[in-house]
């Protein structure tokens, strides 16, 4: 199994930004798209974004659109979730995924390997 590690969540409050870090120091990371998913309480876990293994697409949810950014740095193994102009309805558990192949990917189902999850929470 390779770690994905997540990093960066916290309380914060609405408005706020928050960045997310996730390092897959195992991986043959640049033959992988990387994707954030998220799951709030009492609900299914849902697609955030997914950026291609060069880093020259990236694809998003419509909530998120125009506040959050993926980006990923190739040499340090490294994917992040930029996230602006947070709102109470991002709270959630975020996760990081990978799934090996060209282009971005969007169903949870199609990943190969998860993160353990990191808990982002947004006060109103």
């Known amino acids: 199994q390779v770690p994905l590690v997540e990093s960066g969540g916290g309380l914060v409050q609405a408005g706020d930004s928050l960045r997310l870090s996730c390092l897959a120091p195992?991986?043959?990371?640049?033959?992988?798209?990387m994707d954030w998913f998220r799951q709030a309480p009492g609900k299914e876990r849902e697609f955030v974004a997914s950026?291609?293994?060069?880093?020259?697409?990236?694809y998003y949810t419509d909530s998120v659109k125009g506040r959050f950014t993926i980006s990923r740095d190739n040499n340090k193994n490294t994917v992040y979730l930029q996230m602006d102009s947070l709102e109470p309805e991002d709270t959630a558990v975020y996760f990081c995924?990978?799934?090996?192949?060209?282009?971005?990917?969007?169903?949870?189902?199609?990943?190969?390997?998860w993160g353990q999850g990191t808990q982002v929470t947004v006060s109103s």
């Open positions: 995924a990978a799934k090996r192949g060209l282009g971005v990917w969007t169903r949870a189902g199609d990943m190969n390997y």
């Open positions: 195992g991986l043959d990371f640049s033959a992988y798209a």
């Open positions: 950026v291609n293994g060069p880093g020259s697409g990236t």
